[in-house]
Antibody, heavy 115, light 107 residues
Framework: EVQLVESGGSLVQPGGSLKLSCVASGYTFSYYWMDWVRQTPGKSLEWIGEINTDGSKTNYAPSIKDRFTISRDNAKNTLYLQMSNVKSDDTAIYYC????????WGQGTLVTVSS | DIQMTQSPSSMSVSLGDTVTITCRASQDVGIFVNWFQQKPGKSPRRMIYRATNLADGVPSRFSGSRSGSDYSLTISSLESEDVADYHCLQYDEFPFTFGSGTKLEIK
């Protein structure tokens, strides 16, 4: 059974940093591109970015480019989202999803940006 | 960025109804449109991929179609378990973009 489990969400102050993790199991993690998607309190979904199988290529949404960095460690079956210079608009539930057509999603981790 | 204009934003429906939700793409996105169902407190669940393909385990009353730049999700004979939010996604061109969502409610 495919499982994606996010962690690392918390309350962070504006301008601060946070690193989210997503541990994958039940499939060959290194074979698939991975994405991060977030959902704001207003319930809209927003694609954040993606990373290729070996971590050498990433694509990002303009709203977070140069502030967020996606990486992965295939030996640990783990995807990361490094968030820096966070803003109140970054408050959301963050999901990792397997880019096999977005078939699999984690349960999400909540990031709250507030002073 | 490609806009996915989703309509309606909400629908009040009756059990047994046939329901159609539509996303209109502002540019050609080919077949790269997915539909997701999301229930309160849960992650999105993929229902349709590549515009018309039923995802694994999804009941056959769900279907996806395309007419030009209009993509539709149809639920035939609505059941109570189908009451949820629905989202479309285009993943043809970066940045990938979602529709604004449709909330189904029971009359």
């Amino acid at each position: 059974e495919v499982q994606l489990v996010e962690s690392g969400g918390s309350l962070v102050q504006p301008g601060g940093s946070l690193k989210l993790s997503c541990v994958a199991s039940g499939y060959t993690f290194s074979y698939y591109w991975m994405d991060w998607v977030r959902q704001t309190p207003g319930k809209s979904l927003e694609w954040i970015g993606e990373i290729n199988t070996d971590g050498s290529k990433t694509n990002y949404a303009p709203s977070i480019k140069d502030r967020f960095t996606i990486s992965r460690d295939n030996a640990k079956n783990t995807l990361y989202l490094q968030m820096s210079n966070v803003k109140s608009d970054d408050t959301a539930i963050y999901y990792c999803t397997s880019n096999s057509g977005f078939a699999y999603w984690g349960q999400g981790t909540l990031v709250t940006v507030s002073s | 960025d490609i806009q996915m204009t989703q309509s309606p934003s909400s629908m009040s429906v009756s059990l047994g109804d046939t329901v159609t939700i539509t996303c209109r793409a502002s540019q050609d996105v080919g077949i790269f449109v997915n539909w997701f169902q999301q229930k309160p407190g849960k992650s999105p669940r993929r229902m349709i991929y590549r515009a018309t393909n039923l995802a694994d385990g999804v009941p056959s009353r769900f279907s996806g179609s395309r007419s030009g730049s209009d993509y539709s999700l149809t639920i035939s004979s609505l059941e109570s378990e189908d009451v949820a939010d629905y989202h479309c996604l285009q993943y043809d061109e970066f940045p990938f973009t979602f529709g604004s969502g449709t909330k189904l409610e029971i009359k």
